[in-house]
């Protein structure tokens, strides 16, 4: 099993910037990807970014694309997402997510273990 607690969340004004972190415990061995999701109230959960811890590719929604950034730690244990160039539609509760899976993948049902989630707001 993988745990996975996310912090970093908070309230910032639109053209902040804010980062989020999820560490991750247990079985970390496991883990081939790690991704960010967020669900907005009354919406599904979308994609944000993934990255492979396999070869380091990374891969980002439309929507995120240039004014955010996901990483990781050297130790493979902590994932990161730099989140700049905030606005108010970015408000959102961020969840990561890791997966066993080889091959990079935006769909939710894909992923094996996900965090508590931390609430991102960005006021106007």
């Known amino acids: 099993q993988v745990q996975l607690v996310e912090s970093g969340g908070g309230l910032v004004q639109a053209g902040g910037s804010l980062r989020l972190s999820c560490t991750a415990s247990g079985r970390t061995r496991d883990i081939s990807s790690m991704s960010w999701f967020r669900q907005a109230p009354g919406k599904e959960r979308e994609f944000v970014a993934a990255e492979s811890w396999i070869i380091g590719s990374t891969y980002y929604a439309d929507a995120v694309m240039g004014r955010f950034t996901i990483s990781r730690d050297n130790t493979k244990t902590t994932a990161y997402l730099q989140m700049n160039s905030l606005k108010p539609e970015d408000t959102a509760v961020y969840y990561c997510?890791?997966?066993?899976?080889?091959?990079?993948?935006?769909?939710?049902?894909?992923?094996?273990?996900w965090g508590q989630g931390t609430q991102v707001t960005v006021s106007s």
């Open positions: 997510a890791a997966s066993r899976a080889l091959v990079l993948d935006s769909r939710p049902d894909t992923f094996n273990y």
